[in-house]
């Protein structure tokens, strides 16, 4: 059976199709702690399952635990992607994102399973470039042993919303980073663009007016 990635700034999500019209979605923040190995017990960190990567003295807590560990012990998480590409700033994103993609997506039920990846569109108001991004996952998946294939992400809107519709209408993806649009008609897209600001810029926003921090603001 196929599968459907979605690696966003905040979230990375799969999603597969079971028995009958039941589609199962597995997801993870997009998020790393790095904490001092002394602060915890490794063998607490195995049997709970959490995504971790340890290197001498440090390890690296990864995804959903990311988030929940920066709560617990008051430290900022670092995030592998800014503005719905791979961040340029964070020279670890590359191995955190294989890693939590790995957890989501799974080990393919046979060798060549076909994933969708969703990728962004061009974004309209800056010079960032998707291109950079949208291979380096597909070769992530396809590294795990899965046959690739990249669709725009306002058109995965369009073919998840507008079934009803001929596939015709206006697909619009707002995430943490990115807003993505696009325009289909009989599920081809005509237009196509992104605009590289999303629930992350509102937050900053809200933050600088309010002077409340960042992370409380966040949802
Ligand atoms: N209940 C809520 N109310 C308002 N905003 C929310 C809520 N839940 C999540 N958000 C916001 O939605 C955004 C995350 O959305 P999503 O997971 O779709 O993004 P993403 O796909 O990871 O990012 P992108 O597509 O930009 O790379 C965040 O900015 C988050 O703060
Ligand atoms: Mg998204």
Redesign the pocket.
Same mark, same amino acid.
């Given at each position: 059976m196929a599968k459907g990635l979605?690696?966003?700034?905040?979230?990375?999500?799969s999603a597969e199709k079971g028995k009958g019209d039941s589609i199962s979605f597995a997801q993870q923040r997009?998020a790393f702690l790095e904490m001092e190995a002394g602060d915890l017990a490794q063998n607490m960190l195995d049997s709970a399952k959490i995504l971790y990567t340890q290197k001498d003295n440090m390890i690296n807590v990864l995804g959903e635990d990311a988030f929940k560990f920066s709560n617990v012990f008051n430290k900022s998480i670092r995030r592998p #992607?800014k503005q719905?590409i791979i961040s340029p700033d964070e020279k670890e994103s590359i191995p955190m994102i294989k890693l939590i993609i790995e957890r989501v997506l799974g080990k393919p039920e046979k060798e060549g399973e076909i994933v969708y990846i969703s990728v962004?569109a061009s974004p309209v108001d800056s010079k960032v470039n998707v291109l950079y991004h949208s291979k380096t996952v597909e070769a992530l998946a396809k590294r795990f042993g899965y046959q690739t294939h990249l669709i725009d992400?306002g058109l995965a809107v369009v073919f998840s919303e507008l079934g009803d519709f001929n596939f015709t209408g206006i697909g619009i993806?707002?995430?943490?980073? #990115?807003?993505?649009i696009t325009v289909a008609y009989l599920a081809t897209p005509v237009v196509s663009f992104s605009i590289a600001r999303?629930?992350?810029w509102?937050?900053e926003q809200v933050s600088s007016a309010t002077g409340v921090a960042n992370e409380r603001i966040?949802?």
């Open positions: 979605d690696v966003g700034t905040m979230n990375i999500i997009n #992607m719905g962004p992400e993806s707002v995430g943490a980073g #990115m807003t993505n999303g629930g992350d509102m937050d966040t949802q």
